[in-house]
């Protein structure tokens, strides 16, 4: 009997030990969920592009301007960047296309065309050229403003254009 109370904890203590160091308990570690605009840019970070935006819908967000490395660099049309003109990067209307940007603070606005794409920061729809940002109260020591992007006219890949929320009876259109 007491070779078998002798087996017994023997090979309790056996289990016992076996257990307690060879399986530790699986700890799955899930990531918070990003912020939805976070998500936005891991996917375009990705290598997918945003989808163009041929609605020609009004959009609300944050507008910045051209950084001075960028002067006299070819942008997404071809053209090259001039600081004085009214070129603007977005990163879903079409190349080509016509908006009013208005500054929702101050009210004040511009015309300008799509030449270029981006800008790359979470929260900004717009980038504009120094001129325009200027033109609608946009300082170098602000860098940043709430905006109205409006478009006008939209080119559609079949070679029309679409009237945007802004008609271009609205407002004259200021070319290059």
């Excluded at 309790?12 to 530790?24: D, E």
Aim: proline share 8%.
């Amino acid at each position: 009997m007491v070779g078998m109370n002798l087996l017994a904890t023997v090979l309790l203590a056996s289990a016992l030990c076996v257990g307690a160091t060879g399986c530790k308990p699986q700890v799955v570690y899930k990531p918070a969920a990003a912020p939805p605009d976070e998500q936005t840019q891991r996917t375009t970070a990705s290598g997918s592009r945003p989808q163009p935006d041929l609605s020609g819908r009004t959009r609300f967000g944050k507008a910045s301007f051209y950084a001075k490395k960028f002067e006299g660099r070819e942008m997404a049309d071809g053209n090259t960047m001039d600081p004085q003109s009214n070129n603007a990067a977005s990163r879903t209307l079409p190349l080509g296309t016509t908006a009013k940007v208005t500054n929702v603070e101050t009210g004040q606005s511009a015309v300008v065309t799509i030449e270029d794409r981006g800008p790359y920061v979470n929260g900004r729809i717009v980038d504009l050229s120094s001129s325009t940002a200027h033109k609608i109260g946009i300082t170098h020591e602000s860098g940043v403003a709430e905006v109205k992007v409006a478009p006008i006219l939209v080119p559609l890949p079949d070679g029309s254009t679409r009237s945007g929320a802004a008609t271009p009876e609205a407002e004259p259109l200021q070319l290059k």
